[in-house]
């Protein structure tokens, strides 16, 4: 299944180099979280502040059973609010909310 999701970052030039640069070294545990949800492939966009995430999973992946693992995880957990330094959300998130799931409008 894909799903696609999108974020904002804050509006500075040189929060957004941080955000890219430590995409570029994404901690080994974050990696595995992600894989142990049975995410098999993701990407990140960035068109100036906004972001949007490609997600491609598995049979056994859920939004639910992600959230669980990542809030009993700490270095999942560090690393988020770490990540919330550079995001902000989108004006139509609920308090808390960071990446948005998005409505697929068109396919061909």
Not at 18 to 41: F, G, K, N
Not at 61 to 78: L, R, Y
Not at 93 to 104: D, I, N, S, V, Y
Request: net charge negative; glycine share 2%.
């Amino acid at each position: 299944m894909r799903y696609c999701l999108a974020l904002d970052l804050q509006p500075d030039p040189a929060l957004i180099a941080e955000y890219e640069a430590m995409h570029r070294a994404v901690w080994p545990e974050i990696l595995d979280s992600i894989r142990d949800s049975d995410i098999l492939h993701l990407e990140i966009y960035r068109i100036e502040n906004r972001l949007f995430m490609i997600l491609e999973a598995g049979d056994d992946f859920s939004f639910e059973k992600k959230a669980a693992a990542d809030a009993a995880n700490p270095k999942v957990q560090e690393w988020e609010n770490l990540m919330w330094r550079y995001q902000k959300a989108l004006p139509t998130a609920r308090p808390g909310e960071k990446w948005m799931l998005m409505e697929r409008i068109f396919w061909c």
